[in-house]
Nanobody, 120 residues
Framework: QVQLVESGGGLVQAGGSLRLSCAAS????????MGWYRQAPGKRRELVAR???????NYADSVKNRFTISRDNAKNTVYLQMNSLKPEDTRVYYC??????????????WGQGTQVTVSS
């Protein structure tokens, strides 16, 4: 079993900043990619940012130059620093990790989601 626990969401005014954190724990042998997705009600979940085990990153065009993803491999934790937030960034944000478990399987895991609300 692998669990992802997110923290850091909340309410912020437009132009403000928030930092999301997500810690993975459980039967983890290694973690490949980690990332953040977001979803609005009635919409598909969309990629925000992704970081590979070696540190390479990619971002959705809508968040480039405003959001920064990073990870601490020693802590099995991924972060998302969100600056210059806009009302359209209001979504539920989900953490994601692709993990190899001690049983040998490779699986995708998701956090429970954290609400980010940006007021205008």
């Amino acid at each position: 079993q692998v669990q992802l626990v997110e923290s850091g969401g909340g309410l912020v005014q437009a132009g403000g900043s928030l930092r999301l954190s997500c810690a993975a724990s459980g039967s983890i042998f290694s973690i490949n990619a980690m990332g953040w997705y977001r979803q609005a009600p009635g919409k598909r979940r969309e990629l925000v940012a992704r970081i590979a085990s070696g540190g390479s990153t990619n971002y959705a065009d809508s968040v480039k130059n405003r959001f920064t993803i990073s990870r601490d491999n020693a802590k099995n934790t991924v972060y998302l620093q969100m600056n210059s937030l806009k009302p359209e960034d209001t979504r539920v944000y989900y953490c994601y990790a692709n993990c190899r478990t001690y049983s040998g399987g490779v699986y995708d895991y998701w956090g429970q989601g954290t609400q980010v609300t940006v007021s205008s």
